[in-house]
């Protein structure tokens, strides 16, 4: 079976930064993508960010651009999510998930991890 464990979040402050990091394992194709998303109490699962594994190629929410980036280490499949002048509105579960193709749509995702919180406080 396919894992993901998410790691990396806590308490920062507004301004702060943040590294979170996803570990893949049980999955042997070399030709997946890594997404983050996010879900904040009382609003909907939110795309971040994703990244195809193959060939590099990345997507970002306008919203975060200039903040976050992501990156890969392909030999380790992990995937890194940095994320930079951080604001209270970032605040959420942040999740990490596997498909096989690269897209911002949350329902072509057929693994998740468990999710990390991330709380920013003014």
């Known amino acids: 079976d396919v894992q993901l464990q998410a790691s990396g979040g806590g308490l920062v402050q507004t301004g702060g930064s943040l590294r979170l990091s996803c570990v893949v394992s049980g999955f042997s194709s070399d030709d997946y993508a890594i997404a983050w998303f996010r879900q904040a109490p009382g609003k909907e699962r939110e795309a971040v960010s994703c990244?195809?594994?193959?060939?590099?190629?990345?997507y970002i929410a306008d919203t975060m651009k200039g903040r976050f980036t992501i990156s890969k280490d392909n030999a380790k499949k992990l995937v890194y999510l940095q994320m930079n002048r951080l604001k209270p509105e970032d605040t959420a579960v942040y999740y990490c998930?596997?498909?096989?193709?690269?897209?911002?749509?949350?329902?072509?995702?057929?693994?998740w991890g468990q999710g990390t919180q991330v709380t920013v406080s003014s």
């Open positions: 998930a596997v498909g096989t193709v690269v897209t911002m749509r949350p329902q072509l995702y057929f693994s």
């Open positions: 990244i195809d594994a193959s060939d590099g190629h990345t």
